[in-house]
């Protein structure tokens, strides 16, 4: 008994030794540091979103969040009209760019990609059009001296010759509302 007694006290300490040799002492730094990592930063906060033919119509609340890790960044979209969306954002540093995986309420999945371009996150990719075709889409984030950011959403049907507005809005760094 005594010898089943010392076998198993052994054995439980060669678990605990294997155990905490495997266990990391520190936690790594973020692999996700970078200063194209935080070149989005600007986008982060919780926003109401105005725009219309005045530039004054509420269109939608958006709150945007940084990962813990600092990673990504997960944006919440809530319209005036009830639908809502959501993102993932992230710059993908084995490629060089920034990718958005967007989906919406409706289903519709949009991947874009690109990074910044005169002091503006844009990004581009494309949905199917009418009949077969591809529509391109090309969303630009601005940000403004005053804190603000400009949204611009543009389409295109003809392969990117000419462009429309799909969505103009001013993102303002206002409490979240409208629960």
Not at 31 to 41: L, M, T, V
Not at 77 to 99: E, F, M, P, T
Not at 141 to 153: L, Y
Request: proline fraction near 4%.
């Amino acid at each position: 008994m005594k010898r089943l007694s010392i076998l198993s006290g052994l054995a439980m300490a060669a678990c605990a030794s294997a155990a905490s040799a495997q266990a990391p002492a520190v936690t790594p730094a973020s692999a996700c540091g970078s200063e194209p990592h935080r070149q989005f930063d600007f986008w982060l906060g919780e926003w109401s979103v105005h725009g219309g033919p005045s530039g004054d119509q509420l269109q939608g609340y958006n709150t945007i969040e940084r990962s813990a890790n600092g990673c990504w960044l997960t944006e919440h979209w809530r319209s005036a009209k009830g639908s809502d969306g959501v993102s993932l954002n992230a710059w993908d540093a084995q490629h060089g760019v920034w990718r958005q995986f967007w989906v919406g309420a409706d289903g519709v999945v949009l991947r874009l990609e690109g990074g910044l371009q005169d002091g503006a996150m844009v990004m581009a990719g494309e949905l199917p059009g009418t009949g077969g075709t591809i529509q391109k889409q090309k969303i630009s984030w601005t940000p403004h001296t005053d804190g603000r950011v400009k949204q611009h959403w543009q389409i295109s049907d003809d392969g990117g010759e000419t462009w429309q507005t799909s969505f103009l809005g001013v993102y303002r760094r206002e409490p979240v509302t409208g629960e």
